[in-house]
Nanobody, 120 residues
Framework: QVQLVESGGALVQAGGSLRLACSASGRASNGYGMGWFRQAPGKDREFVAAISWSGASTHYATSVKGRFTISIDNAKNTLFLQMNSLKPEDTAVYYC?????????????WGQGTQVTVSS
């Protein structure tokens, strides 16, 4: 059983930065790698970014490309999301996920989420 715990969410002003972390225990190694998703109030959960286990391959949603950076520290079983130039529309609960189910948009294991609020 894999458990994921996110941290780093906070209230930040527009233009600011945050770094989210996702600590994994009982790490899964199947599939492509790990990913970040977010869900804003009243909206569906959406893909943010994904990274391969080696860290050599990454994918980003168009809305965050150039502002967010996903990275992975396999020695520490930790996934990161560096978020720069934050906008109010980035406000959401951010979730990490692991063990893909056929694509980088579908995962078996999910964390509980961490709240990111960007004020204007």
């Amino acid at each position: 059983q894999v458990q994921l715990v996110e941290s780093g969410g906070a209230l930040v002003q527009a233009g600011g930065s945050l770094r989210l972390a996702c600590s994994a225990s009982g790490r899964a190694s199947n599939g492509y790698g790990m990913g970040w998703f977010r869900q804003a109030p009243g909206k569906d959960r959406e893909f943010v970014a994904a990274i391969s286990w080696s860290g050599a391959s990454t994918h980003y949603a168009t809305s965050v490309k150039g502002r967010f950076t996903i990275s992975i520290d396999n020695a520490k079983n930790t996934l990161f999301l560096q978020m720069n130039s934050l906008k109010p529309e980035d406000t959401a609960v951010y979730y990490c996920a692991t063990e893909t189910l056929g694509s980088i948009y579908e995962y078996l294991y999910w964390g509980q989420g961490t709240q990111v609020t960007v004020s204007s």
